[in-house]
């Protein structure tokens, strides 16, 4: 009975999803005309004005920059912070029996459904509907585990943004404002025709969104997490417009920054499902343009919690959306299903579809995530 009412559910679901009429997209008229012209960073203060034809060139020649147009406070104010003492991670883990029940917890199914019904929108393309519907669902779905976690205390909001797609924030409230941010992006994008061409995004980055919401719907089964008893607090994000030049994790730690909230650290995942047939499964820790101290938690993190190794790599500037959290001052790092030489050949194409995608894979980046999320909410060293 249980499961026929699932398997409803769950059909009603695709349904939904799958019955969105096809083209006739409705795309957002850019407030901005095809001469307007948008300031690229491709490294640290290096920047081009380009159109916006341009700006997609380069997308699709697989260049990585951020679009600070509009977030020139965010970059004017990373020129100048001040090297600040770097934060002092923690170089053992502690909460390894609570931390290991856990990770037993988490559920490939979970996963697998979720992501087939992300992956069948037409596109998550940040301007139009279609990136809209997608966003508003990812929201309703990330508002379901948490009611489902009979949580009091964690809560969940759209982030909105000049664009109709909003970003999406959850938070697990600990004993201080200190915060722990998880996040991935929501949006996917056809690099040949962004604005209404086919991109299911199902690798890119379909897998890190529902790998980090399967480790939250985890963390949130933890009676002492999930009654606010951690010393910091956990946020999910999800990222609007990544593919758009990082904009909305721009926008968001923009307004983090502004407000002087207290992040100690972010781990992005963009990219947690392809594992290329001949290679050893591991898992990508980028080395370049992140914190260093972060990053060396993170491989104890691997160490312990996965099944299998990581295999160091480096992505270039602004590669996701931890170089916007970066610019905020707030110590990054990301994480990638493999080394930058081995990962998904489909992205940003009709073919990144759910057939690419290994779901025991995914597993392996939710125990990491689970584990790191665990162990620095629960710490006391920051
Ligand atoms: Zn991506």
Redesign the pocket.
């Known amino acids: 009975m249980k499961i026929s009412v699932i398997a409803l559910a769950l059909s009603a679901q695709l349904a939904f999803a799958l019955t969105i009429p096809k083209p006739n997209v409705e795309i957002e008229t850019p407030t901005r005309t095809a001469r307007t012209l948008f300031t690229i960073e491709f490294a640290p203060g290096e920047t081009r004005d380009v159109t916006e034809t341009e700006k997609w060139e380069l997308m699709k020649a697989g260049t990585h920059f951020m679009d600070i147009t509009n977030y020139g406070d965010l970059h004017e104010a990373s020129q100048n912070i001040a090297i600040k003492a770097a934060i002092a991670f923690p170089t053992k883990l502690a909460a390894q029996p609570s931390v290991t029940p856990l990770l037993a917890k988490l559920d490939k199914s979970n996963i697998e459904s979720n992501l087939e019904t992300y992956a069948a929108f037409h596109n998550r393309y940040y301007r139009s509907s279609y990136g809209k519907q997608a966003a508003d669902w990812l929201f309703s779905k990330v508002q379901e585990v948490i009611t489902a976690s009979g949580s009091s205390l964690a809560s969940a909001r759209q982030f909105s943004h000049s664009w109709s797609q909003s970003s999406v924030i959850a938070t697990i409230p600990g004993q201080s404002n200190s915060t722990i941010v998880i996040g991935a992006?929501l949006d996917s994008i056809n690099g040949a025709n962004p604005s209404s061409g086919r991109a299911p995004g199902a690798d890119?980055?379909g897998s890190g969104t529902m790998t980090i919401l399967e480790a939250m719907r985890v963390l949130l089964t933890d009676p002492w997490t999930l009654s606010g008893q951690a010393p910091n607090t956990i946020e999910f994000h999800w990222y609007s417009a990544?593919?758009g030049g990082l904009l909305g994790s721009q926008a968001i730690f923009t307004d983090y920054k502004n407000k002087g909230r207290v992040v100690k650290a972010m781990l992005q995942q963009?990219?947690t499902g392809y594992v290329k047939s001949g290679t050893k499964e591991s898992v990508g820790v980028i080395t370049d343009y992140v914190d260093t101290g972060l990053t060396e938690f993170i491989k104890i993190v691997i160490d312990e919690y996965c099944d299998i190794p990581y295999v160091e790599t480096k992505c270039g500037y602004a590669c996701?959306d931890h170089a916007s959290a970066s610019k905020a001052g707030y110590p990054s790092s990301f994480v990638i299903e493999a080394s930058m030489e081995n990962i998904s050949g489909s992205i940003h194409t009709d073919r990144d579809t759910i057939s690419t995608v290994n779901f025991d894979h995914m597993i392996q980046h939710a125990k990491m995530t689970t584990g790191f999320g665990y162990e620095l909410a629960w710490t006391t060293e920051l």
Do not use: F, P
């Open positions: 992006h890119d980055d990544e593919e963009d990219m996701s």
